[in-house]
């Protein structure tokens, strides 16, 4: 675990992320091929709002977290943001499948499966107590052209918290915010 910084101000990390890419010259059932992404190019000349969770198909991650963003998905579209993108420390197959289950068709999930983004945002925290590993604290940011203009993040940052805090970085507070600019 870093100390939580306070990253207002700074740019959002480069790192390289691995995704999965529909790709139908690959054939067969299961078209898709990895493609690598630059953190920094999901930023670039855009307005984005942020969030990170500690696991997908976990209990308030899957209950509260990504869906209030959905649900509030076209309100920040009102406020001229570009995309709404969900981050967590789970590989791209895992966060494709809990996209799929939840229904997520707005939200972009970002699967950090190695934790790098997570950890240059000083954000990795062990859930060694849950069995998880390495995880990202749960935390909202919005965004201006990679340029980190708010950040919302949990209280308690600590490495195998026993609560999961969750009263800062939902959908919610971050619209009041937007509506503030
Ligand atoms: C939850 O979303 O409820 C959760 C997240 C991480 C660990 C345990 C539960």
Redesign the pocket.
Known sequence: MTEVKNSEGKKVPNVILKTRVRDESVGGDNPYRWQDVESTDLFKGKKIVFFA???AF??????A?LPGYEASYDEFKKLGIDEVYCLSVNDAFVMFQWGKHQKAEKVKLIPDGSGDFTCAMGMLVK?DN?G?GG?SWRYSMYVEDGVIKKIFVEPGFTDNCPT?PFEVSDANTMLAYLKTL
């Open positions: 969770l500690p696991g976990t209990p308030t991650c899957s209950s977290h859930k849950l998880f995880r999961d």
